[in-house]
């Protein structure tokens, strides 16, 4: 299978918990995407890694989220000590910064926060 | 900031009729613009891609044009089936040397009646 993964599909936890989600992207894709989309809108925009190195970060991402991307590799998004407004499908998406650049995403995790 | 506006927000139309999906932006200074289709609680796939220097893209059933100038893209979905029911995000990009991420409007949810 050569498309965007994420684990775990779905996640309920009671506020106050971290969670963890993991994005393996398209192998040989050097770029990685967040983004967030809560329901009835359109996904916004929270992080982004070329490689390694994590780019950018939105206003969106308090103190309390953190991601990395090791080695270039999968991907990890964390919210400590999660908030009932944390609620929301996390969505990742990969490209290949050479070339068109079209953005490939996964089937999102769905958090909801008790 | 980039501002993605997509009406209507919800089209209801019977089996076989043209769909026409609108979809207007404020900066122009886009690298891209990209139409997804998203199903009930799934992620996003990708219709069509239309680099900025384009005026429309072509697949199937679907048509997407671009006018930068105006600020403005067009989904046109020829003789539409009930399979054709989901949402329809469009999204831009910003210039490709500042990481492409996407500018989501918040989508036309559509439903194809047999």
């Known amino acids: 299978d050569t498309g965007v993964s994420q684990n775990p599909r779905h996640k309920i936890t009671k506020r106050g918990q971290n969670v963890t989600f993991r994005c393996d992207p398209i192998s040989e894709h050097n770029r990685l995407y967040w983004y967030r989309q809560t329901l009835g809108q359109g996904p916004e925009f929270l992080t982004y890694?070329?490689?390694?190195?994590?780019?950018?970060k939105s206003r969106l991402l308090s103190d309390r989220f953190s991601a990395e991307r090791p080695k270039g590799s999968f991907s990890t998004l964390e919210i400590q000590r999660t908030e009932q407004g944390d609620s929301a499908m996390y969505l990742c998406?990969?490209?290949?910064?050479?070339?068109?650049?079209?953005?490939?995403f996964g089937p999102g995790t769905r958090l909801l926060v008790l | 900031k980039q501002e993605v506006t997509q009406i209507p927000a919800a089209l209801s139309v019977p089996e076989g009729e043209n769909l026409v999906l609108n979809c207007s932006f404020t900066d122009s200074a886009i690298y891209n613009l990209q139409w997804f289709r998203q199903d009930p609680g799934k992620g996003l796939t990708s219709l069509l891609l239309i680099q900025s220097s384009q005026r429309e893209q072509t697949s199937g059933r679907l048509n997407a044009s671009l006018d930068k100038s105006s600020g403005r893209s067009t989904l046109y979905i020829a003789a539409s089936q009930p399979g054709d029911s989901a949402t329809y995000l469009c999204a831009v990009s910003r210039i490709k040397a500042a990481g492409n991420k996407l500018t989501f409007g918040g989508g036309t949810r559509v439903l194809v009646k047999p």
């Open positions: 890694f070329q490689n390694e190195a994590q780019l950018e």
């Open positions: 998406a990969s490209s290949n910064y050479r070339g068109v650049e079209t953005q490939y």
